[in-house]
């Protein structure tokens, strides 16, 4: 028995890395797609040099090491609070653990800058901005226009700022914004127009479309990995941490604070509401309610890329699909953290290049085209995260081919030009893997 069990091991070891998620799950820069950004008062995107997505993925027995520009493949910007940065290349090689650990001593605290990668090679940040109100001066200290923070950004400090919350003004449409050019989110990626409360009217001139939609119906996509390994998903999921129960939302077990006032810091009003600073909040523990998250954002769980369970993050949101702190990953990690951002690899390696001889049937391509001739266009919106470029066909209802345009990798949504198009039926056709999927427009 012994002997046969150890056989079975060693046999999973071997296979288990051309079927790890950490390995297998990021968007691939296959098609040389480039990124593309606004420049505030022009509603036309402008095209940019820096390739999108992960260029490429190398792993070794013990680290994945993802290559990626920091460049998403849906359009940036602008960032309306005067932010004069734009998303530029990071040119960074990201080694992550391929089996991550579980932290069992002090929680490592979640830091300024990059604490996680999403799949497309886009940074998370944590819920911070470097912001913090000083005590002694009585005044916010960090950060453009403010003082330096004795000891550092927040150093000390009692009152940190929310990022989500005194950022809010300078996200693009997807949720996210430069810091020297690295672009990032702190927040769940997904478009605020797509919000059940739309709290920003930055899409209204600037459309985006984000990472991916959320979806109540399913569990959500895996859409990026923690520092510690862990992979980080959206805001739904199964209901039972075994996989059962249905889809529900998962909730943040921290609430805001029963209080009037703050101790030895500002005063709550108008300027410096309740949740305005990371210390406003407090965690209370929910035993038996699976759908509220531990301290730090996750759970351990079954999920569709991990059928035996995880620990995972998800990118909390309220009711209305407004973000929700910690948001991602925090204020503490699950695990280990040990990624690092590395200038060369220094141990053999191999090249994750997929399977080429895999050919996925998906049993229905979600997607939804609406658009009126006062627009000018048809916006085709995919329900799902796309990892090759789909093939978007506009036809009369009889098959005449009108446009012809490409969603490209990392993106969901892409915009059909019918200014020059008569109102009537048209029928829009999406491509993926030689299965095509129809739905019929009416464009009136």
């Known amino acids: 028995m012994k002997y046969f069990t150890i056989i079975f091991l060693l046999f999973n070891l071997a296979s288990f890395s051309q079927t790890n998620p950490i390995i297998t799950q990021w968007i691939r820069n296959t098609n040389g797609i480039k990124g593309r950004h606004y420049v505030r008062g022009n509603s036309t995107p402008i095209q940019d040099q820096d390739s999108a997505n992960v260029k490429r993925v190398y792993y070794s027995n013990n680290w994945v090491y993802v290559f990626a520009n920091g460049v998403p493949g849906y359009v940036t910007g602008p960032f309306l609070d005067g932010n004069p940065s734009i998303t530029t290349s990071q040119n960074a090689i990201f080694k992550l653990p391929l089996i991550p650990q579980q932290n069992t001593g002090t929680?490592?605290?979640?830091?300024?800058?990059?604490?996680?990668?999403?799949?497309?090679?886009?940074?998370?940040?944590?819920?911070?901005?470097?912001?913090?109100?000083?005590?002694?001066?009585?005044?916010?200290?960090?950060?453009?226009?403010?003082?330096?923070?004795?000891?550092?950004?927040?150093?000390?400090?009692?009152?940190?700022?929310?990022?989500?919350?005194?950022?809010?003004?300078?996200?693009?449409?997807?949720?996210?914004?430069?810091?020297?050019?690295?672009?990032?989110?702190?927040?769940?990626?997904?478009?605020?127009?797509?919000?059940?409360?739309?709290?920003?009217?930055?899409?209204?001139?600037?459309?985006?479309?984000?990472?991916?939609v959320i979806d109540s119906t399913r569990h959500s996509p895996l859409i990026g990995f923690a520092y510690d390994g862990f992979p980080i998903y959206g805001a739904y999921a199964y209901s039972n941490t075994n996989g059962t129960g249905g889809i529900t939302r998962m909730k943040s077990g921290f609430q805001l604070k029963s209080m009037t006032s703050r101790t030895n810091g500002p005063a709550i009003n108008a300027t410096y509401p309740l949740g305005y600073f990371r210390e406003d909040y407090e965690f209370i523990a929910r035993p038996g309610q699976t759908d509220y998250l531990d301290e730090h954002n996750g759970r351990f769980c079954v999920t569709p890329e991990y059928p035996i369970g995880t620990?995972?993050?998800?990118?909390?949101?309220?009711?209305?699909?407004?973000?929700?702190?910690?948001?991602?990953?925090?204020?503490?990690?699950?695990?280990?953290?040990?990624?690092?951002?590395?200038?060369?690899?220094?141990?053999?390696?191999?090249?994750?290049?997929?399977?080429?001889?895999?050919?996925?049937?998906?049993?229905?391509?979600?997607?939804?085209?609406?658009?009126?001739?006062?627009?000018?266009?048809?916006?085709?919106?995919?329900?799902?995260?796309?990892?090759?470029?789909?093939?978007?066909?506009?036809?009369?209802?009889?098959?005449?081919?009108?446009k012809s345009e490409i969603i490209p990798a990392g993106s969901t949504i892409n915009y059909l030009d019918t200014r020059n198009i008569y109102p009537g039926i048209y029928l829009v056709e999406l491509s993926l893997q030689g299965f095509k999927y129809t739905q019929k427009v009416a464009y009136f």
């Open 311 to 402: 620990y995972a993050y998800f990118c909390t949101v309220d009711a209305n699909w407004n973000s929700a702190y910690p948001y991602a990953v925090g204020p503490t990690f699950y695990g280990v953290r040990n990624a690092q951002k590395v200038t060369n690899i220094t141990e053999p390696v191999t090249t994750y290049n997929g399977n080429p001889n895999a050919v996925q049937k998906p049993n229905e391509l979600n997607f939804y085209a609406y658009g009126t001739p006062d627009l000018g266009f048809i916006a085709v919106q995919i329900n799902d995260i796309n990892k090759v470029d789909l093939v978007v066909k506009m036809m009369n209802i009889d098959g005449k081919l009108i």
């Open 107 to 212: 929680p490592t605290a979640t830091t300024g800058g990059n604490i996680g990668l999403f799949i497309n090679g886009v940074a998370l940040f944590d819920y911070r901005d470097g912001v913090a109100w000083n005590p002694t001066s009585q005044s916010l200290c960090g950060g453009p226009g403010n003082p330096p923070c004795p000891g550092g950004p927040g150093a000390s400090m009692a009152w940190n700022r929310d990022a989500i919350v005194a950022e809010r003004g300078g996200f693009d449409c997807s949720k996210g914004h430069p810091a020297m050019g690295n672009y990032h989110h702190h927040q769940n990626p997904s478009a605020f127009k797509l919000d059940r409360n739309v709290i920003s009217t930055v899409c209204n001139l600037y459309d985006a479309d984000g990472l991916y």
